[in-house]
C-alpha cells in the first residue's frame, strides 16, 4: 500500500475560498446579510463607480434593480499580501432575473480582525465592458 | 465667463493610471524591463500557476511563448488599501503574435517603497475561462 499523502493547500487558498463561497452564497439568497463582510474602511468599485463605508456599500448592493441572482465561479485566485490580509480574483457568470447570462469579474482584499475576515476593498465588473 | 474647476483623480486613481500605462507598454516592447517592478515577496498568479519572488515571475513572464504581444485596456479601477497601497484591477484585451484577439482580467497591488511604487501581488487570467 502506498502511503500518499494529498498536498494541504496554502491557509489563503482555503481562508479566500471559503470567503468567495460564502459571499457569493449570501449574495443569491439574501445580500443584506452581506453587511456583517464590510467594515468601515472599506472601499467598492461597481462598474466604475466608487463607494466607501458598510452603509454606502450595502446601499449600493441592496439597491440593485433585480430580484433573483446567481453567481457560477469559473475561477479564483488568491495570495497573501504583505499585511497579511489575503487577495481573491474571482471570474465568473451571472444571472439577474430574466437577463442573458453575462461574465463578471471580481477581486477582494480580506482582512483578519482577530475572529473574523472581512473584506476591506472590493472591485466588481461585468465582462460586457471587455467587448467592443 | 464660468469658474469651472475639474474635480481632482483621486491620488490611488493616479498612481494606479500610471502604473498600469507603464507596466503594458513595458510588457508590449520589452518585458523584461519588467523586472523593476517586483521586489522578492511579490507573488504572481499566472492562469492558476503561483510563482513567488521578482526573479520566478521574471522567468515565467519571459518564457511565455510569443514573440510580439499588445495589450489594449477595457477598463481600470484602482482603491486605497488599509495598509497604504493601492489595489488595481484591469480589464483589456490582448493580441500575442498572430493568435485571435482575446480578452483578459489582472490585478495588482502596489506597495511604496520610498521613491517607487512597486508591485507585490500580480494576478492573471485570460478570459477565455469565462466561456463554457
Excluded at 499523502?5 to 482555503?14: L, V
Excluded at 466607501?52 to 430580484?67: C, D, N, V, Y
Excluded at 432575473?97 to 472590493?122: A, E, P, R, Y
Aim: charged letters at 15%.
Amino acid at each position: 500500500m502506498v502511503d500518499q499523502q494529498q498536498p494541504q493547500p496554502n491557509p489563503w487558498d482555503q481562508i479566500g475560498t471559503s470567503f468567495v463561497q460564502h459571499y457569493y452564497k449570501t449574495f443569491d439568497t439574501d445580500r443584506g446579510q452581506l453587511a456583517s463582510l464590510y467594515i468601515d474602511v472599506s472601499c467598492l468599485s461597481f462598474e466604475g463607480f466608487q463607494f466607501q463605508g458598510k452603509k454606502a456599500i450595502m446601499e449600493k448592493l441592496t439597491s440593485l434593480p433585480f430580484t433573483k441572482i446567481e453567481h457560477i465561479i469559473t475561477a479564483q485566485d488568491h495570495q497573501p499580501t504583505p499585511d497579511c490580509s489575503i487577495i481573491s480574483m474571482v471570474v465568473g457568470q451571472l444571472k439577474a432575473d430574466n437577463d442573458h447570462i453575462m461574465g463578471f469579474h471580481q477581486c477582494f482584499i480580506l482582512k483578519n480582525t482577530g475572529d473574523s475576515w472581512v473584506c476591506t476593498n472590493d472591485m466588481f465588473r461585468l465582462a460586457i465592458h471587455n467587448f467592443g
